[in-house]
Every structure is written in structure tokens, then in C-alpha cells.
């Protein structure tokens, strides 16, 4: 096995493979910013960022500093609900929820380009091969 080193490029395929992606952070963050003109604060020193919604009931927190390693908070207001990422994972995965969001909150503008399924999440996962299953707890 070769080993590299810490700041070593290679080349990884498939790209999810390849962890968060922090060249790509704009694939989750601009559309919300350029397309639906959500507000955004960015602190240059901490690289931190905080995104709004225009009615002020779904955030975005990104905060690289974080010593849990959570870097993603993604929260609504009412009914509350909350998604955390962690560093390592895929930028496209954050993105596919991020670029969900505006319709989630009534902002039908680019519907066409961001298309959401209406299928139950147990279905989509078995259709693309995944397999649920419940755990002790019951939760699946």
C-alpha cells in the first residue's frame, strides 16, 4: 500500500468517495444565496457562515471549527426539525438538501431544476439498492 502524505493531491473515484469537498462548498450555499436570495453573514476569521431563509424560518450554519466535527446545521423554526453534517460528508449530499429547501419553504422559483421526489425514503433507498432495516430501538 502506498501512503501519502498529509498534503498530498490524489485523484479519488468515485467522487463521494473523496469526503466533504470543501472546494465545492458554493454547490450547496449559492444557490440558496444567488438564486433565492437567502441572507447570508460570512466571518472571514473562523470561516464560519450563517444563511437565512427570506422568511426566516429555516437556517443554515457551516462551521469548520467545530471540535465535534459536526460542520453542518441545517434547522427550521416550526414545525423544528435539524440536520447535522459532519465533515466527511459528500458535498453532493449536503447539496441535494440545501438546493430542496426553497420549496420546502413555499419558494417554487427553479422548481423545474430541482426536482423533488415524492416517494417514501424506504422506496428510494430500495430502488437504488440500499436495504432498511430496524434496528433494537426501533428506528429504521
Known amino acids: 500500500m502506498t501512503t501519502f502524505a498529509p498534503d498530498?493531491?490524489?485523484?479519488v473515484s468515485p467522487r463521494?468517495?473523496?469526503g466533504g469537498g470543501m472546494n465545492k462548498?458554493?454547490?450547496a450555499i449559492g444557490p440558496l444565496v444567488h438564486l433565492f436570495n437567502w441572507s447570508h453573514k460570512h466571518?472571514?476569521?473562523?470561516?464560519?457562515l450563517e444563511v437565512d431563509s427570506p422568511c426566516g424560518s429555516v437556517f443554515l450554519d457551516f462551521t469548520p471549527d467545530r471540535q465535534d466535527g459536526v460542520w453542518w446545521t441545517i434547522a427550521h423554526h416550526e414545525p423544528?426539525?435539524?440536520?447535522e453534517f459532519s465533515r466527511q460528508t459528500p458535498i453532493e449530499a449536503i447539496a441535494s438538501v440545501t438546493?430542496?429547501?426553497?420549496?420546502?419553504?413555499?419558494?417554487?422559483?427553479?422548481?423545474?431544476r430541482i426536482?423533488?421526489?415524492?416517494?417514501?425514503?424506504a422506496h428510494l433507498a430500495e430502488t437504488n439498492g440500499w436495504h432498511v432495516t430496524a434496528t433494537a430501538d426501533g428506528v429504521t
Open 8 to 11: 498530498d493531491l490524489v485523484l
Open 16 to 18: 463521494y468517495m473523496a
Open 25 to 27: 462548498i458554493n454547490d
Open 43 to 48: 466571518d472571514r476569521h473562523t470561516g464560519r
Open 80 to 83: 423544528y426539525w435539524k440536520i
Open 99 to 112: 438546493q430542496a429547501l426553497p420549496q420546502l419553504t413555499g419558494d417554487r422559483r427553479h422548481a423545474e
Open 115 to 121: 426536482p423533488l421526489s415524492t416517494e417514501p425514503l
